[in-house]
């Protein structure tokens, strides 16, 4: 509930293993909070959510053990180091001193984070910060990841080495949860979509099932669907006082 | 609206304080200045200098001193990109603050202070007006620092600085009144006769108003211009330092980032198994946030400081006295562990960690930062009493120590104080004003629990001497200790229950807020 309305409303979906689901809606539109129902962060007044076959309610310890989260605000231990964190990250998911210790030196070098490894999380720009969020949320090889808008803040070059990542885990078979607001990235990566609008589902499938149902052209974007499906006018009168 | 509830009790507890605190300054001001003037009429500019300066430095330094800013601080350097002149942005804060509640109540005292000097009603205007411009320093100079802090807060590594340093002075402060009354009234009658003797007060700018309305109320119209102007100067030159300052914070120019720390070789977490690893995270965190490290030496400060006071007031320290003394120091446990995590908690609970296991690392990390001030009690301890009272002394401390963890698990998930961000004012939010009093009721609810919950382990550690029996502390002090850990383990078992219940509330309450 969020101001005495439901923050979402009857939202539900199913997302077969492997797949790049993308959850894309409007600002104040659920998406936050759905992923935040889904790991464990919000208790929803009523329904149910099952990852991986555990039951979220019932098992929220063994479904932590098989997701990984990369929030869109990033709560990080800012007096740790970026180093420090990811074995912190490790032992925490139960990974082994040595084991922990190898990931976190490819995760470093992966990321290019090599050079600020020493460096305190407090004094990180905000794309490290998301670089060493994404490294902790993946340490441990989840089985589902939940990225809230991944990209924010990342330079292009990361944002390449991150988009092929996810592209290559979720061809070997890890469920990818993302958000963003970035369509174009959003239908490059995608297989299957589902479009939120002030808390309810208005939309879901592939896009090619979307346009169909919508009666769509076939050449839409999945800019043009999405801002058809959440009724977005998007022309405006000039301003009056601007000649 | 627990939070509501807690704005509350907070409103409650401060409005009528607020109001009989001024009516109680008018009054002793009334007539401590007209006791004064009738028989020490030289004494009084020293002592109003004085008593304006301690006020005045406590009102600067009241957000790291108190945890409440009695001032508003402003952020107009946010107001920079409209096209307003920086005097006016300046003066506008000073004006807004004339309508704070602690200034507000502030305007009696003064009332009745003018009242007091003036030895003719002609006077009183001149007098209210010195009196006023003083007050008008203070907001100026409150501002300069509220300022300054806020410079400090954008460079990481000099906050840090500051904010220990500050801590400790504050503690100092608080502090220092309670060993002058130590040292005897005639100690204490003796250093402020000295201080007033020296004049060193008409050096401060925060006593220069008030002498202003000294000289008015006694006529001496020449005295009056020249301290008055000189406190209008101040004012001036309080308010051109703020606008600078308000420019450079605005430019950026005091966020000149941190230094590159290399701790490579040293991030490993050493200790074994997830209890370890969250013990070492947690004393890693503590030891580079620099409230939690002055925290650390104060908890070493505060049993010299009781035992100094026991020594001053009773000739000594008796075996009762300290015994009772490692009640008090393992009884003051409270971490607000939650609360402390700030947004790192839904890290935290993100993990897949089993839920006792975070409440005993947490009540660790506790003990492990609560051992010098521990060891610091036994040391002096062994100097003032009896040697073989220390393992009763140790095991009354450690009792109390992990009865108040466990119940501090608790107050830590049903009553966060949640901690700010890094950079932001640390003794803001949930920390001040009427929730930080709210909280410190709670507090104290909490401590009273643990004394009556580990009262009979105390006991247990105390009954050999009140038999005078010191063999059987061969099997009292273990029975007290297993007790306790007894004790512990259910606290610990519940707290954990109720922590898989509420997490998501706890979570709710405390990112809202951090």
Redesign the interface.
């Known amino acids: 509930m969020f101001r005495g309305r439901p923050a979402v409303d009857h939202v539900s979906f199913r997302v077969a293993r492997g797949r790049f689901f993308g959850f894309l809606g409007p600002n104040g539109a659920g998406k936050s909070t759905t992923i935040k129902m889904l790991t464990g962060l919000l208790r929803p007044t009523e329904g149910e959510a099952t990852i991986e076959g555990h039951p979220l309610e019932k098992e929220l310890l063994a479904v932590k053990r098989v997701i990984g989260v990369l929030p869109e605000e990033l709560p990080l231990y800012e007096r740790l180091t970026g180093e420090e964190y990811l074995h912190f990250a490790g032992r925490m998911y139960g990974l082994s001193r040595e084991e922990t210790r190898r990931r976190t030196e490819e995760l470093l070098a992966f990321l290019s984070l090599e050079e600020e490894r020493g460096k305190l999380i407090v004094d990180y720009s905000q794309g490290m910060r998301k670089k060493t969020a994404l490294a902790a949320a993946l340490i441990h090889s989840p089985r589902v990841l939940f990225l809230d808008e991944p990209l924010n803040g990342i330079d292009p070059i990361s944002g390449r080495v991150v988009t092929d990542l996810l592209r290559r885990l979720a061809q070997k078979g890890v469920t990818m949860f993302f958000t963003s607001h970035v369509l174009d990235v959003a239908e490059r990566l995608c297989d299957e979509v589902a479009i939120i609008d002030r808390g309810r589902l208005v939309a879901q499938g592939t896009l090619e099932q979307i346009r169909a149902q919508r009666e769509v052209g076939q050449d839409a974007t999945l800019e043009d669907v999405f801002l058809k499906l959440v009724a977005a006018d998007v022309r405006r009168e000039d301003l009056s006082w601007i000649g | 609206m627990l939070r509501a509830r807690e704005r509350a009790v907070g409103l409650a507890l401060l409005l009528p304080g607020l109001f009989f605190s001024s009516l109680l300054g008018s009054f002793f001001a009334y007539a401590g200045v007209r006791g004064a003037e009738a028989h020490h009429p030289d004494l009084v500019p020293p002592l109003l200098g004085l008593i304006a300066t301690g006020v005045g430095l406590s009102w600067m330094l009241s957000p790291l001193l108190a945890g409440v800013s009695l001032s508003e601080s402003h952020d107009v350097s946010r107001l920079l990109h409209f096209p307003l002149p920086l005097p006016t942005l300046v003066a506008a804060s000073l004006v807004g603050n004339l309508l704070q509640p602690v200034v507000l109540a502030a305007l009696p005292v003064l009332a009745s202070l003018s009242l007091a000097l003036s030895r003719r009603p002609a006077a009183l205007p001149f007098a209210l007006a010195g009196s006023l411009l003083s007050l008008l320093f203070l907001l100026a100079a409150a501002q300069v620092s509220a300022l300054v802090l806020h410079g400090l807060s954008r460079r990481?590594r000099f906050q840090d600085v500051a904010v220990f340093l500050v801590i400790g002075l504050g503690f100092a402060m608080s502090m220092a009144p309670i060993v002058l009354f130590s040292g005897g009234a005639r100690f204490l009658g003796r250093a402020v006769r000295g201080l007033a003797v020296s004049d060193l007060a008409a050096l401060s700018p925060f006593a220069w108003g008030l002498l202003a309305a000294v000289h008015a109320g006694r006529g001496e119209a020449v005295a009056f211009v020249a301290w008055a102007a000189a406190q209008a100067v101040a004012i001036v030159l309080a308010g051109a330092v703020s606008a600078l300052l308000i420019e450079r914070i605005h430019r950026g120019e005091l966020d000149l980032?941190?230094a590159?720390?290399?701790?490579?070789g040293r991030?490993?977490?050493r200790l074994p198994g997830?209890i370890g690893?969250?013990l070492?995270?947690d004393l890693?965190?503590a030891w580079?946030?620099p409230a939690t490290k002055a925290t650390l030496f104060l908890s070493c400060a505060t049993p010299l400081f009781w035992l100094f006071v026991f020594t001053r007031t009773s000739g000594g320290l008796s075996p009762s006295g300290l015994l009772a003394l490692a009640t008090l120091v393992g009884a003051s446990a409270f971490g607000n562990a939650f609360g402390l995590e700030?947004?790192?908690?839904?890290?935290l609970?993100?993990?897949?960690?089993?839920r006792w296991r975070i409440l005993v690392a947490k009540n660790l990390s506790g003990l492990a930062l609560r051992l010098p001030g521990l060891a610091t009690l036994l040391v002096m301890g062994s100097l003032l009493a009896p040697p073989a009272l220390l393992p009763a002394a140790a095991t009354v401390a450690l009792c109390t120590f992990v009865v108040a963890v466990g119940i501090d698990n608790y107050a830590s998930i049903l009553f966060p104080v949640v901690a700010a961000?890094?950079?932001h004012n640390p003794y803001g939010g949930a920390a001040a004003g009427g929730r930080g009093l709210a909280a410190a009721a709670l507090g104290a609810l909490f401590f009273t629990g643990t004394i009556l919950a580990a009262s009979p382990f105390v006991f247990l550690a105390w009954l050999p001497m009140l038999l005078e029996r010191p063999v059987l502390w061969l099997f009292s002090l273990p029975l007290a200790l297993a007790g306790a850990g007894a004790v512990y383990a259910m606290l610990v078992a519940g707290a954990a229950g109720v922590l898989?219940r509420r997490?998501?509330?706890l979570?709710?309450r405390v990112?809202g807020e951090?």
Do not use: S
């Open positions: 990481r980032g941190g590159v720390r290399d701790e490579t991030a490993v977490m997830r690893a969250l070492e995270k890693r965190v580079r946030d700030g947004r790192g908690i839904a890290l609970l993100g993990f897949p960690v089993d961000r890094p950079g898989e997490e998501p509330d979570l709710q990112l951090a």
